[in-house]
């Protein structure tokens, strides 16, 4: 925990393991969400889940329809449902941008819950955002016009200004990561350009990884995720990858139980306490 309170460096000052481990850090914390008493009794991984259930569901990309696999899926499905979303449909700040698109924004506060402002006392805004991480080999970065010494500029086909910029390659690969929003967090993009769940991929990856002669399966204690969190992860991810039928542990079930049915009744309770006003 001491590390997660250290002041954040700026990521472009941070070792590929100082990248890893701040995105780390994220997905502890999606996972602490599932964990708290207000949702660790609806998570999806209590329940007995079909393979078919479990592809139908899969977080998937609506620009591309492909669906997100590994342990990069099962920590989207979290992040959905710990969110409130209805679906498991995602898409990335890139893509909206290209698709014409706006990202919902929110204040930011800081750990007493006060607002955080910029340079100008204005409030810092932010979208609610995944992220992932990949290796790139190379990078963009904005392009200088010569002339005046200023990143050039140009503008979309939407009529949207931004700024042009271009590849540079790494000498060595750079850990980067990749924003991905809820479809709901996102405005303004034609519908028609988005598309449905593709699963076409799906047999291949999983032959690959049958495929494989150690275990495929992520090192979760690495990342910080131990204990009953792991265990869990781990069996749905099992499932997921191997196309099987997902049955959770006796103790996902009594959790299920237990906190299920008082996340239940609150609600009902709350319901009748208006009515009786």
């Given at each position: 925990?001491?590390?997660?309170?250290?002041?954040?460096?700026?990521?472009?000052?941070?070792s590929n393991n100082e990248r890893l481990e701040f995105v780390n850090q994220k997905k502890?914390?999606?996972?602490?969400?599932?964990?708290?008493?207000?949702?660790?009794?609806?998570?999806?991984?209590?329940?007995?889940?079909?393979?078919?259930?479990?592809?139908?569901?899969?977080?998937?990309?609506?620009?591309?329809?492909?669906?997100?696999?590994?342990?990069?899926?099962?920590?989207?499905?979290?992040?959905?449902?710990?969110?409130?979303?209805?679906?498991?449909?995602?898409?990335?700040?890139?893509?909206?941008?290209?698709?014409?698109?706006?990202?919902?924004?929110?204040?930011?506060?800081?750990?007493?819950?006060?607002?955080?402002?910029?340079?100008?006392?204005?409030?810092?805004?932010?979208?609610?955002?995944?992220?992932?991480?990949?290796?790139?080999?190379?990078?963009?970065?904005?392009?200088?016009?010569?002339?005046t010494n200023e990143p050039m500029k140009a503008i979309s086909k939407e009529g949207r200004?931004?700024?042009?910029?271009?590849?540079?390659?790494?000498?060595?690969?750079?850990?980067?990561?990749?924003?991905?929003?809820?479809?709901?967090?996102?405005?303004?993009?034609?519908?028609?350009?988005?598309?449905?769940?593709?699963?076409?991929?799906?047999?291949?990856?999983?032959?690959?990884?049958?495929?494989?002669?150690?275990?495929?399966?992520?090192?979760?204690?690495?990342?910080?995720?131990?204990?009953?969190?792991?265990?869990?992860?781990?069996?749905?991810?099992?499932?997921?990858?191997?196309?099987?039928?997902?049955?959770?542990?006796?103790?996902?079930?009594?959790?299920?139980?237990?906190?299920?049915?008082?996340?239940?009744?609150?609600?009902?309770?709350?319901?009748?306490?208006?009515?009786?006003?």
């Amino acid at each position: 925990m001491e590390k997660e309170n250290q002041e954040r460096k700026d990521w472009n000052e941070m070792s590929n393991n100082e990248r890893l481990e701040f995105v780390n850090q994220k997905k502890r914390i999606v996972v602490g969400m599932a964990l708290s008493e207000r949702n660790i009794g609806k998570m999806f991984w209590n329940y007995d889940l079909s393979n078919q259930k479990i592809e139908k569901t899969m977080p998937y990309n609506k620009a591309t329809g492909k669906p997100f696999l590994g342990l990069n899926g099962v920590m989207l499905r979290t992040f959905a449902q710990v969110n409130g979303y209805k679906s498991n449909e995602f898409i990335s700040a890139r893509q909206v941008f290209e698709l014409g698109g706006k990202i919902k924004t929110y204040p930011m506060h800081d750990k007493e819950g006060k607002p955080i402002l910029d340079k100008d006392g204005q409030p810092v805004l932010k979208g609610k955002s995944f992220q992932y991480e990949y290796m790139a080999e190379y990078g963009m970065q904005p392009k200088i016009d010569p002339n005046t010494n200023e990143p050039m500029k140009a503008i979309s086909k939407e009529g949207r200004e931004y700024i042009v910029k271009e590849r540079v390659d790494y000498a060595t690969p750079k850990l980067e990561t990749m924003n991905i929003y809820h479809i709901s967090e996102v405005s303004g993009i034609d519908k028609s350009k988005l598309k449905s769940l593709d699963l076409s991929n799906l047999p291949t990856y999983r032959e690959k990884l049958a495929e494989q002669t150690k275990n495929t399966l992520p090192n979760l204690e690495k990342i910080g995720i131990t204990g009953v969190a792991k265990d869990t992860i781990l069996r749905f991810l099992n499932a997921q990858n191997k196309g099987l039928d997902y049955t959770p542990s006796q103790l996902q079930k009594s959790i299920a139980m237990k906190y299920g049915k008082a996340q239940e009744i609150a609600p009902k309770q709350k319901e009748q306490g208006r009515g009786g006003r």
